[in-house]
């Protein structure tokens, strides 16, 4: 009884992706919101270069004593570091002694609306790290576990070369979800997941319209 011929199928398949759902849940308490912040580029980006000419982009040594592929910058109360001494937040930046820049305002506000877009009400962060991986680059699993409590979501936003995220279980043994993330998506994780592991495979060669050969991530969180 299905008179339908393939020319409708096909219209009717063409027009899935305009009702896509813009949030893709991966979890729990975790989604990604897909391009959420590409209407905020136009500020985001020129707030960044402020914030890296007060602190640049450098590479931390882990405790284990190897030199991460991604360099890192922070903005807010609280910057996240590493050296062979451990892992910590600091409230100055170790390399130029100064307090980390404040956080700017767009900074806030984008990642109070995307934690608000992914049920998170409230979410005041005080704290941004800023990741810049080049290809090549990666960030093996591991769970963000140096913040004073563990209540505020994390709220982490891709831009430029797409990356291949790892979202993964409470062990780091747990087999991982494999997120794709383009220019312009937040993934939000939080409540139940909030100790999930993650990470980022190497990114691979490419050139960003917007960016070129680099891709940047902001991780906001509440750390102190
Ligand atoms: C992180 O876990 O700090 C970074 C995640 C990402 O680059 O997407
Ligand atoms: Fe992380």
Redesign the pocket.
Known sequence: MNNMNPTTLDLFTDAEPEQQPRRDRIGEQSCVLRGFALPWLDRLLPALETVLAAAPFRQMVTPGGFIMSVALSSCGTWGWTTDRSGYRYTRDDPQTGRPWPDMPEVFFQLAQAAAREAGFTDFVPDSC?I?R?VPGAK?SL?Q?KDEKSYAAPIV?V?LGLP?M?LFGGFTRSEKSQRVP?LHGDI?VWGGVDRLRY?G?LPIKDGQHACLGEQRI?F?FRRAG
Do not use: P, R
């Open positions: 790290l990741n991986y960030m591991h963000d982490s891709s990356a995220f993330l993934v993650h980022v991530n991780t």
